[in-house]
């Protein structure tokens, strides 16, 4: 029964770690959660521009909070927002307005934050910064990450800006702050120097308090900001950063003559303390163990003082395995406002990581102190339960049973938990035998098991295994982080790319290719434009590689869509632009009587979505691309053959071209536009479906339907491969949703300056998606089907993380190109994208395979529909 608690009181801990990559829970500023009395400001420039009317995507008032006056860079405005309670704050969002009573925006702010509104903190990026980059437009919204993120109640945005005047808009993103903790004390963290190797700074650098007699105070920092240390101190999970960064650690002889290290914990309120996890580094190789013993004296209330009889704890110390670990200390239920733990060294050196707390409300009963010698090791049951604490005899038996009851629904659920990790384990790794027709290949959850039929693909050959998870993997030589050096660096790689791209490599029909004086001809790789359309549209946006002979010179008359009068379209905003036109979304009147589909009477107006129309049938949302006047005569060419490509696209999963407006400027093209937008929007503004999300009215997916549209992207892309045509930016931004969920590839993602960040310019020339893109399409200008599917991985595993995260988010652009090398290099360094926790294993394994090194191993998109076929709802 023992083991079985402490199984228990593990679970519980492990838990309560807050998760900087998953608490980004929106606060409640643009659904209302966060009420108007919670949000003031220091001025306001009208009524209708007060700080109410600062929440994101919303338009009430005149559209935003506008400060007086015109700001300069000495003015020191600020919106201030009162979480109510202690919150782990993790990315803020904002906007500009957008209204007639004119466009106004922040290009830069700050943040101040404060626990107790009377000591405001400013916060600080890793590199030391205050200051944020703000909004380039008045409608695009701005997300920005907290690195580090910070625990807090109140939190204020003051515009920074040259004298303008600015409005602003945001969301605020975090989760609740359970353990309570306010504060913690430490001695300072000191250096580490060691023979041969980097000196290891192990300093509290993101510190929000007091900094004096080389002691830290009153304020907190590495040690509560989520990010565990590696086994290897000298590796950090931040880029970039020093060695040693993700630890706070101390010398022995440093420490006095005890060599010990006293740390002090001040909390909210009272709690009743079950236990304290410690992450702890024990690489004992370099002189680094977890604490030998830990002793920790309790305060109840601020003014009282630390009670006498600490408790104490001994670990069990490890020499044969060096990984960190989480210590959990027992503590009792002891009743405390705030904790003194004193921390003994096991050895030269002592370096934690993280420090958590589990806690129960003070107003339970609570165990008095136990008595005795204060140098005994608890029990793991705890103190005998005095007098006063047995229950009346007569609810004893119900309390009794309800405790069995809860006992052997734990087990039970334990049980289940190990089995289908078990279960997990043996599919990942189970062997597959390779049949001449189709295979079934389970993918199986500890929530829901799917069954996928897959086409046979060849064996995996000469590919090292690596770890997906990259933040764990080797890291990238610095010497490979400029693009500009790839020649250079990788010498081999030149001679490979004239051999493969310039006479070599695959004959298929949907290559893209260069000619032999174009490959390498400066630092950096080129990119083929001269056998098929331009790798950046007219508009900005990507269109389709096709084979040159489908696209020649065009005139009107090669043109099968119909005219529509362009008076009757109304501009209702703008989606993007590009280098030589933009794309509007507006509205077009009576389109669905021009297209001839409102003779169906009997239809039902709630399905009347085919040319995106609206319920009443007579204005209907639509994309524009659109052609600046004075284009040139090759953009304008491009432009015709663009419409070409799209007239010849007819299928349920593909954008559809509906008409132009082409016989005078601006040309013009009309497609369809889908309620939902795109889709890497419509999942980030979302939840996993649960008790939880359903309670509080969330906007939630499920599993089915992250399946069912994983389904109907590959059922479009397989379309367009059967036509030899290459997507070359196959992403969640260009994936529209209607309402009913379903799909419609596009490619107007590029020219949208919300996704701006996705993309990374070479040398000034070519923009392009770099995370999305396949090796050989980076190094090598080589774009085909195949790097199509290598795209549609990175799809699917941005739809498994709701669009939580871009893809590669800790490496660099440059970082990015460098692993392309790995891939070429194929030494089993290159670095892969992790698992998706909501992803089934065996869902994870077909992505896996998009992202084989060598192209013929990468299965089909006829391969990968027949495997996701079966999740398409009817």
Same mark, same amino acid.
């Given at each position: $029964?023992?083991?079985?608690?402490?199984?228990?009181?593990?679970?519980?801990?492990?838990?309560?770690?807050?998760?900087?990559?998953?608490?980004?829970?929106?606060?409640? $500023?643009?659904?209302?959660?966060?009420?108007?009395?919670?949000?003031?400001?220091?001025?306001?420039?009208?009524?209708?521009? /007060?700080?109410?009317?600062?929440?994101?995507?919303?338009?009430?008032?005149?559209?935003?909070?506008?400060? =007086?006056?015109?700001?300069?860079?000495?003015?020191?405005?600020?919106?201030?927002?009162?979480?109510?309670?202690?919150?782990?704050?993790?990315?803020?969002?904002?906007?500009?307005?957008?209204?007639?009573?004119?466009?106004?925006?922040?290009?830069?702010? !700050?943040?101040?934050?404060?626990?107790?509104?009377?000591?405001?903190?400013?916060?600080?990026?890793?590199?030391?910064?205050?200051?944020?980059?703000?909004?380039?437009?008045?409608?695009?919204?701005?997300?920005?990450?907290?690195?580090?993120?910070?625990?807090?109640?109140?939190?204020?945005?003051?515009?920074?800006?040259?004298?303008?005047?600015?409005?602003?808009?945001?969301?605020?993103?975090?989760?609740?702050?359970?353990?309570?903790?306010?504060?913690?004390?430490?001695?300072?963290?000191?250096?580490?120097?060691?023979?041969?190797?980097?000196?290891?700074?192990?300093?509290?650098?993101?510190?929000?308090?007091?900094?004096?007699?080389?002691?830290?105070?009153?304020?907190?920092?590495?040690?509560?900001?989520?990010?565990?240390?590696? #086994?290897?101190?000298?590796?950090?999970?931040?880029?970039?950063?020093?060695?040693?960064?993700?630890?706070?650690?101390?010398?022995?002889?440093?420490?006095?003559?005890?060599?010990?290290?006293?740390?002090?914990?001040?909390?909210?309120?009272?709690?009743?303390?079950?236990?304290?996890?410690?992450?702890?580094?024990?690489?004992?190789?370099?002189?680094?163990?977890?604490?030998?013993?830990?002793?920790?004296?309790?305060?109840?209330?601020?003014?009282?003082?630390?009670?006498?009889?600490?408790?104490?704890?001994?670990?069990?110390?490890?020499?044969?395995?060096?990984?960190?670990?989480?210590?959990?200390?027992?503590?009792?239920? &002891?009743?405390?406002?705030?904790?003194?733990?004193?921390?003994?060294?096991?050895?030269?050196?002592?370096?934690?990581?993280?420090?958590?707390?589990?806690?129960?409300?003070?107003?339970?009963?609570?165990?008095?102190?136990?008595?005795? #010698?204060?140098?005994?090791?608890?029990?793991?049951?705890?103190? =005998?339960?005095?007098?006063?604490?047995?229950?009346?005899?007569?609810?004893?038996?119900?309390?009794?049973?309800?405790?069995?009851?809860?006992?052997?629904?734990?087990?039970?659920?334990?049980?289940?938990?190990?089995?289908?990790?078990?279960?997990?384990?043996?599919?990942?790794?189970?062997?597959?035998?390779?049949?001449?027709?189709?295979?079934?290949?389970?993918?199986? !959850?500890?929530?829901?098991?799917?069954?996928?039929?897959?086409?046979?693909?060849?064996?995996?050959?000469?590919?090292?295994?690596?770890?997906?998870?990259?933040?764990?993997?080797?890291?990238?030589?610095?010497?490979?982080?400029?693009?500009?050096?790839?020649?250079?660096?990788?010498?081999?790689?030149?001679?490979?790319?004239?051999?493969?791209?310039?006479?070599?490599?695959?004959?298929?029909?949907?290559?893209?290719?260069?000619?032999?004086?174009?490959?390498?001809?400066?630092?950096?790789?080129?990119?083929?434009?001269?056998?098929?359309?331009?790798?950046?549209?007219?508009?900005?946006?990507?269109?389709?590689?096709?084979?040159?002979?489908?696209?020649?010179?065009?005139?009107?008359?090669?043109?099968?869509?119909?005219?529509?009068?362009?008076?009757?379209?109304?501009?209702?905003?703008?989606?993007?632009?590009?280098?030589?036109?933009?794309?509007?979304?507006?509205?077009?009147?009576?389109?669905?009587?021009?297209?001839?589909?409102?003779?169906? =009477?009997?239809?039902?107006?709630?399905?009347?979505?085919?040319? /995106?129309?609206?319920?009443?049938?007579?204005?209907?949302?639509?994309?524009?691309?659109?052609?600046?006047?004075?284009?040139?005569?090759?953009?304008?060419?491009?432009?015709?053959?663009?419409?070409?490509?799209?007239?010849?696209?007819?299928?349920?999963?593909?954008?559809?071209?509906?008409?132009?407006?082409?016989? !005078?400027?601006?040309?013009?093209?009309?497609?369809?536009?889908?309620?939902? /937008?795109?889709?890497?929007?419509?999942?980030?503004?979302?939840?996993?479906?649960?008790?939880?999300? *359903?309670?509080?009215?969330?906007?939630?997916?499920?599993?089915?339907?992250?399946?069912?549209?994983?389904?109907?992207?590959?059922?479009?892309?397989?379309?367009?491969?059967?036509?030899?045509?290459? *997507?070359?930016?196959?992403?969640?931004?260009?994936?529209?949703?209607?309402?009913?969920?379903?799909?419609?590839?596009? #490619?107007? /993602?590029?020219?949208?300056?919300?996704?701006?960040?996705?993309?990374?310019?070479?040398?000034?020339?070519?923009?392009?998606?770099?995370?999305?893109?396949?090796?050989?399409?980076?190094?090598?200008?080589?774009?085909?089907?195949?790097?199509?599917?290598?795209?549609?991985?990175?799809?699917?595993?941005?739809?498994?993380?709701?669009?939580?995260?871009?893809?590669?988010?800790?490496?660099?652009?440059?970082?990015?190109?460098?692993?392309?090398?790995?891939?070429?290099?194929?030494?089993?360094?290159?670095?892969?994208?992790?698992?998706?926790?909501?992803?089934?294993? !065996?869902?994870?394994?077909?992505?896996?395979?998009?992202?084989?090194?060598?192209?013929?191993?990468?299965?089909?998109?006829?391969?990968?529909?027949?495997?996701? &076929?079966?999740?398409?709802?009817?």
């Amino acid at each position: $029964m023992h083991l079985f608690l402490l199984l228990i009181l593990h679970a519980a801990a492990a838990v309560a770690q807050v998760d900087p990559a998953h608490c980004r829970y929106a606060l409640g $500023m643009e659904d209302g959660r966060i009420k108007d009395d919670d949000i003031t400001a220091s001025s306001q420039w009208h009524e209708t521009t /007060g700080p109410q009317y600062a929440r994101l995507n919303r338009e009430d008032g005149d559209g935003a909070w506008c400060p =007086e006056g015109q700001l300069d860079a000495s003015d020191l405005q600020f919106l201030q927002v009162d979480l109510r309670r202690l919150t782990f704050l993790t990315v803020v969002a904002s906007q500009g307005r957008y209204a007639r009573n004119g466009i106004e925006f922040a290009r830069a702010y !700050s943040l101040n934050y404060s626990r107790d509104g009377v000591i405001w903190k400013s916060w600080k990026n890793r590199l030391g910064s205050t200051v944020m980059e703000g909004n380039k437009n008045a409608y695009a919204p701005v997300i920005n990450d907290l690195h580090p993120p910070v625990v807090t109640r109140w939190v204020r945005l003051i515009p920074r800006t040259e004298l303008s005047t600015v409005c602003m808009r945001v969301e605020l993103y975090g989760c609740h702050w359970e353990d309570g903790l306010i504060s913690y004390s430490a001695p300072e963290g000191q250096l580490m120097p060691q023979p041969g190797l980097p000196t290891a700074i192990l300093n509290d650098s993101t510190y929000d308090g007091a900094h004096q007699k080389r002691k830290l105070s009153g304020g907190l920092g590495q040690l509560t900001d989520g990010v565990v240390g590696l #086994d290897d101190f000298l590796l950090t999970r931040q880029y970039p950063a020093w060695p040693g960064y993700d630890y706070l650690g101390w010398r022995n002889i440093s420490m006095g003559a005890d060599q010990s290290v006293e740390m002090d914990f001040v909390f909210d309120r009272q709690r009743n303390f079950t236990s304290m996890k410690v992450h702890s580094n024990n690489m004992f190789s370099r002189g680094v163990k977890i604490f030998s013993s830990v002793s920790c004296w309790f305060k109840p209330r601020p003014s009282s003082a630390w009670e006498a009889e600490p408790v104490v704890f001994h670990t069990v110390l490890d020499d044969r395995n060096p990984s960190a670990r989480y210590v959990t200390v027992p503590l009792e239920r &002891r009743a405390a406002s705030a904790l003194r733990c004193r921390f003994a060294f096991a050895d030269t050196w002592m370096m934690f990581s993280e420090v958590s707390f589990q806690s129960e409300d003070a107003s339970m009963s609570v165990t008095p102190p136990p008595v005795g #010698d204060s140098s005994t090791v608890p029990s793991i049951s705890g103190a =005998e339960p005095s007098a006063s604490a047995v229950p009346d005899d007569s609810k004893a038996p119900i309390l009794i049973g309800c405790l069995v009851t809860i006992i052997l629904l734990l087990v039970i659920i334990i049980f289940l938990i190990l089995w289908c990790q078990y279960v997990c384990k043996v599919l990942e790794k189970g062997p597959r035998r390779i049949l001449g027709e189709e295979v079934t290949v389970r993918l199986s !959850s500890c929530s829901d098991t799917i069954v996928l039929q897959t086409p046979p693909v060849p064996p995996r050959s000469g590919l090292a295994q690596s770890d997906p998870h990259y933040e764990r993997v080797f890291l990238l030589d610095p010497q490979y982080q400029n693009p500009e050096t790839l020649r250079n660096k990788l010498p081999e790689l030149s001679q490979s790319a004239e051999a493969s791209a310039c006479g070599g490599g695959y004959a298929e029909p949907d290559v893209t290719q260069c000619t032999p004086h174009q490959c390498f001809h400066s630092n950096a790789p080129h990119y083929a434009e001269t056998d098929i359309v331009r790798l950046q549209g007219v508009t900005g946006s990507n269109m389709y590689a096709v084979p040159a002979l489908t696209v020649d010179s065009l005139t009107r008359k090669d043109i099968s869509a119909s005219e529509f009068p362009r008076q009757r379209l109304l501009f209702r905003e703008k989606l993007g632009e590009g280098q030589f036109g933009e794309v509007h979304l507006c509205e077009a009147q009576g389109l669905a009587a021009f297209l001839g589909e409102d003779e169906e =009477e009997d239809e039902d107006e709630e399905e009347r979505d085919a040319a /995106g129309r609206d319920r009443d049938g007579r204005a209907a949302l639509v994309a524009v691309k659109q052609l600046r006047a004075d284009a040139t005569s090759q953009a304008r060419n491009d432009f015709l053959k663009e419409i070409k490509i799209m007239s010849r696209l007819n299928d349920g999963n593909i954008i559809r071209l509906l008409c132009v407006c082409v016989t !005078s400027d601006p040309l013009c093209m009309v497609t369809e536009y889908m309620e939902n /937008g795109d889709l890497n929007m419509f999942l980030s503004q979302r939840e996993m479906e649960s008790t939880l999300t *359903h309670a509080n009215n969330i906007p939630s997916v499920s599993p089915a339907d992250l399946l069912h549209m994983s389904a109907q992207i590959s059922s479009g892309m397989r379309y367009l491969a059967s036509l030899n045509f290459v *997507h070359r930016d196959l992403a969640t931004r260009n994936c529209l949703l209607d309402r009913r969920l379903t799909i419609k590839i596009a #490619d107007f /993602g590029m020219s949208r300056n919300l996704y701006s960040s996705d993309y990374y310019r070479i040398q000034g020339r070519a923009v392009l998606p770099i995370r999305w893109m396949a090796w050989e399409s980076i190094l090598l200008g080589k774009f085909t089907t195949s790097s199509d599917v290598w795209a549609f991985g990175v799809t699917l595993w941005e739809i498994f993380t709701l669009c939580k995260e871009q893809p590669y988010s800790l490496l660099t652009d440059q970082q990015v190109i460098a692993n392309t090398g790995e891939f070429f290099r194929n030494q089993g360094r290159q670095v892969f994208l992790y698992a998706p926790p909501l992803c089934p294993p !065996s869902l994870f394994e077909l992505m896996m395979r998009c992202w084989r090194r060598d192209i013929p191993d990468r299965p089909s998109f006829e391969g990968l529909y027949q495997a996701l &076929r079966p999740h398409v709802r009817q």
